[in-house]
C-alpha cells in the first residue's frame, strides 16, 4: 500500500537549517509528483511546494520562497525539503503528500514530522 | 496567494446535511476544476475525500459530496454522523501552479 514517512523534524535554532525527509514505499516513486504540506500548531494547512515526478518542476508558496527548497531522489525513493534560515513562524508539522494521479490533488499524506524554533 | 474562505464553524445533528463553503477568485478556484477536500480528526493527518470538485476515492463514503459554482466550492455531507465530527479543509490549484488551502471548518455533531 502507498506510504510516505516523514522524518527530520526537532527542535532547531533560529536562523539555523533543516532538512526534511520523506520516505516512499508501496509505488513507484518516480511517476508521481510530490507536496510538501505544513501546520503550525492549533493553525489551519498551509500548501508550501510540490515537485514533478522526474524533479525538474518545482513550485513553491509565496510566504517561503527563497529561504524553502524542494527535492527528490528517485534512485532512493526521497523526497526532501530544506528550509534555510528558520524563523519562529517556520514551527509546524511539516506533511509530505504523494499526488493522486493528476499532478493537481495531494491524495496520500504522511503523518507528518514537527519542527519546533527555539533557542 | 490569500487563503480560500471558509466558514470557521458548522454543526448539525446526526442524521442531518451540512454544507461548507470554500470561495475563492477566478484565479483558483472558479478557474479550474481542480478543488479537493479534506477531513481531519485531532491529531490525526489530513484525509482527501473530494477531488476535483465532484470526485470521491475509493473507500469514501457516498454521504460526502462536493460541487462547484463560479469562485465557490462547497462540500455536503449528508445523513450526518458521530465519526464526521472534524476539521474540513478545501484546496484549490491556482493559476501560478501552486496550490492554496482554506482556512478550515470545524465541523461539530450535536
Known amino acids: 500500500q502507498v506510504q510516505v514517512v516523514e522524518s527530520g523534524g526537532g527542535v532547531v535554532q533560529p536562523g539555523r537549517s533543516v532538512r526534511l525527509s520523506c520516505a516512499a514505499s508501496g509505488f513507484t516513486f518516480s511517476s508521481f509528483d510530490m507536496h510538501w504540506v505544513r501546520q503550525a500548531p492549533g493553525k489551519g494547512l498551509e500548501w508550501v511546494a510540490v515537485i514533478s515526478y522526474d524533479g525538474i518542476n518545482k513550485y513553491y508558496a509565496d510566504s517561503v520562497k527563497g529561504r524553502i527548497t524542494i527535492s527528490r531522489d528517485n534512485s532512493k525513493n526521497t523526497l526532501y525539503l530544506q528550509i534555510n534560515s528558520l524563523r519562529a513562524e517556520d514551527a509546524a508539522v511539516y506533511y509530505c503528500a504523494r499526488d493522486l494521479f493528476s499532478g493537481v490533488v495531494m491524495g496520500y499524506w504522511g503523518q507528518g514530522t514537527l519542527v519546533t524554533v527555539s533557542s | 496567494q490569500s487563503a480560500l474562505a471558509q466558514p470557521a464553524s458548522v454543526s448539525g445533528s446526526p442524521g442531518q446535511s451540512i454544507t461548507i463553503s470554500c470561495t475563492g477568485t477566478?484565479?483558483?478556484?472558479?478557474?479550474?476544476?481542480?478543488v479537493s477536500w479534506y477531513q481531519q480528526h485531532p491529531g490525526k493527518a489530513p484525509k482527501l475525500i473530494i477531488y476535483?470538485?465532484?470526485y470521491r476515492p475509493s473507500g469514501v463514503s457516498d454521504r460526502f459530496s462536493g460541487s462547484k459554482s463560479g469562485n465557490t466550492a462547497s462540500l455536503t455531507i449528508s445523513g450526518l454522523q458521530a465519526e464526521d465530527e472534524a476539521d474540513y479543509y478545501c484546496s484549490s490549484y491556482t493559476s501560478s501552479r501552486t496550490h492554496v488551502f482554506g482556512g478550515g471548518t470545524i465541523l461539530t455533531v450535536l
Open positions: 476535483d470538485v465532484t
Open positions: 477566478s484565479s483558483d478556484v472558479g478557474g479550474y476544476n481542480y
